[in-house]
């Protein structure tokens, strides 16, 4: 009885131990997609320190048996929120292909709401403000990485807010500023049709939220934290409020929101409006190419079940997550959720310094 005893302490101090001081948050859609438009007006958190993003995502793309990492990023980083960094991330875990460039925001993304949009063909990538064309890579043309063919298969929308420990990445954390506060407006998700959406585009509205009330039948909250990040992800800091959904980043056990949600009439009626908004020519405006060879990446032992390629599959994104309700003993995990060998924790460490 004793030593039943004993270990029983001993589980919870190591809870305790590996429980981080802060608290963020990750949203994500429950189906991935091949192929589309996704926009979402928000006004993004900022803060040395921390990150704020919006980005597609194939689940699994972390794990060492998986056959392609998959992802596009946009990423709103805390030491300089006049711009945000864009990002498509191929190749394998391990061996990571990345792209970063810089592009300025005016006004700064955590000042104003704005409309960010990411379009994801065949041929190419592109993002977009407020409707303007920021950064287009194209397969063929000034894709010398051969990045967009290299996304096979499906994505998932997701967004989140945390703290990396890179300073030279995102700055030095600066906890004073905490809480900290990611709000959308609203998402709209297009299916990508050749030519036949409104006025010969070439995307067609599939779905769109504004977040009246929260559907869990399209969105699912985090659960788990990765190496590097200074934050545990809670479903405890996203909130639906007056037509906004909140990710929040602060200390653990306030996690909370009783602050005034901001006004976004420009915001409301674009959501209104009919159709994609209309494609913009101007070129690549304030971005600068970052140097980018293959980093390495985390893996992971955890079993990787594939998604198909086809559109619309439900993922079971949490099935290789580590999760943290109910107090169970996390592990090590890497920097998409997933449980690791901790034998070898220091080959984990993510290396997000571009």
């Known amino acids: 009885m004793h ?3 004993t270990l029983s302490v001993l589980a919870i101090a190591a809870v305790a131990t590996m429980a981080k001081d802060f608290s963020g948050a990750e949203l994500y859609t429950l189906k991935e997609y091949t192929y589309g438009k996704y926009e979402a007006r928000m006004k993004m958190a900022a803060a040395s320190g921390t990150v704020s993003s919006m980005f597609l995502y194939q689940n699994g793309s972390e794990q060492a048996s998986a056959p392609r990492w998959v992802e596009v990023d946009i990423e709103v980083l805390g030491k300089s929120p006049s711009s945000f960094q864009s990002n498509i991330i191929t190749g394998k875990a391990g061996a990571q292909v990345t792209s970063e460039k810089h592009h300025k925001v005016d006004p700064a993304a955590d000042q104003s709401f704005h409309t960010y949009a990411i379009e994801w063909t065949p041929d190419y990538v592109r993002w977009t403000v407020d409707g303007v064309e920021v950064r287009k890579t194209t397969k063929g043309q000034n894709d010398s990485k051969n990045q967009v063919e290299n996304l096979i298969g499906t994505q998932g929308l997701r967004f989140n807010l945390w703290s990396s420990e890179s300073a030279e990445w995102v700055g030095n954390f600066d906890e004073s500023k905490l809480p900290l506060f990611q709000f959308i407006n609203w998402v709209k998700a297009y299916k990508y049709t050749p030519g036949q959406g409104p006025n010969g585009s070439d995307f067609t509205l599939d779905w769109s939220d504004n977040f009246e009330n929260f559907n869990s039948s399209r ?12 934050v545990d992800l809670t479903d405890k800091n996203i909130y639906s409020r007056n037509g906004m959904l909140i990710l929040a980043l602060t200390r653990k056990g306030q996690e909370n929101f009783n602050g005034q949600v901001p006004q976004d009439a420009a915001g ?28 390495v990446a985390p893996s992971s032992s955890s079993q990787y079940n594939p998604v198909s390629s086809s559109s619309d599959q439900n993922t079971g994104i949490l099935q290789n997550r580590a999760k943290l309700q109910n107090k169970e003993i996390r592990g090590t995990v890497n920097a998409k959720g997933a449980r690791v060998n901790p034998s070898n924790k220091a080959n984990y460490q993510v290396d997000f310094n571009f």
């Open 3 to 5: 030593l039943k005893t």
């Open 268 to 295: 409301d009626a674009e959501f209104n409006s009919v159709g994609p908004a209309p494609q913009s020519s101007s070129s690549v405006q304030s971005s600068s190419s970052i140097a980018s060879s293959s980093s």
């Open 219 to 230: 969105w699912g909250k985090g659960d788990w934290t990765f190496d590097g990040n200074r």
